[in-house]
Every structure is written in C-alpha cells, then in structure tokens.
C-alpha cells in the first residue's frame, strides 16, 4: 500500500482494502436560543465537557472520556424545519432506560404517524425542538 506523508490509511474490516481517510467528523454544530439551558441538556445527555469555556454564543462540548465527535452549539436565530433535513441518531443498550432518561432532563417524545409498529427507535426532541433518535443497539 502506498503511504502519503501526513495521511494514515484506517481499516474498515479485513475484507475491504485500506482506505486513506481524509476527513473526519469533528463536531456536529446545533442551532440553539437558550445556550446555558441547552448546554446543560447536551452535557447531561451525552456525558460531555466543555472543551474551552462557552462564549455567549458558542460553545463546544466534547467526550468527558477519550476521542470521539463533539456537539457544538450555536445561539443564533434558526427557523425550524419539520421534518428536519438531518438530526442524530443515538444508540443505547437500554433504549427504555435512555427514553426515560432524557425525557427527565427535559427532552420530549414525537409521535410520527410513519413510524412502523416494530420500529428499533424512539423519535425525541430536545427542550427547544431539536429532533433526534433514540436507535435500540441492542436489536
């Protein structure tokens, strides 16, 4: 395999070649209105930290443990569109345990007309609207 200066090539499995990674997710930036309330919520909701001290309109938060993506909120003015064009999937061992979890911290479940009866994840928002789901990994 050829090897370029700077770029390390990452395995998806045995059975694919070695693929050079250019670009990596590092934060998935959300709209808010209420920073301080909306940071709470995320840093509640995925055990994140802080990476810098929030701005009044910015902050990122980051794995409280090791590597991994971080959610960065931006408090600036968004009209919200339903359905969203994209939202976050995230998995749970428990999904029950995590629906109650984050409903507890203030998230809220949405009901779907198109959701199918054996459907392997929950529809939520987050206080302000945000919409993400809560995918069961253990299925």
């Known amino acids: 395999m050829t090897r370029w200066p700077g770029i390390r090539p990452w395995p998806l499995s045995p059975l ?14 959300i709209r808010v209105t209420d ?3 909306q940071a709470a919520f995320w840093k509640a909701a995925l055990d ?4 810098d ?3 009044p309109d910015w902050v990122v938060l980051r794995p409280r ?3 991994g ?4 909120l931006d408090a600036a003015h968004s009209e919200r569109v339903l359905p969203p064009r994209i939202h976050l999937d995230l998995y749970a061992e428990d999904e029950p345990a995590e629906v109650r ?3 507890g911290l203030g998230a809220r479940e ?22 993400f789901c809560v995918v069961d990994a253990a299925r």
Do not use: F, Q
């Open 16 to 29: 694919v070649p070695r693929l050079v990674r250019m670009l990596t997710i590092g934060s998935i930036v």
């Open 35 to 37: 920073l301080p309330a």
């Open 48 to 51: 994140l930290v802080e990476r």
């Open 53 to 55: 001290p929030a701005e």
């Open 65 to 67: 443990e090791g590597d």
């Open 69 to 72: 993506t971080c959610i960065s």
């Open 101 to 103: 979890r984050l409903t």
């Open 110 to 131: 949405v009901h779907w007309d198109k959701r199918p009866a054996d459907a392997d994840y929950v529809i939520m928002e987050d206080p302000e609207g945000n919409r």
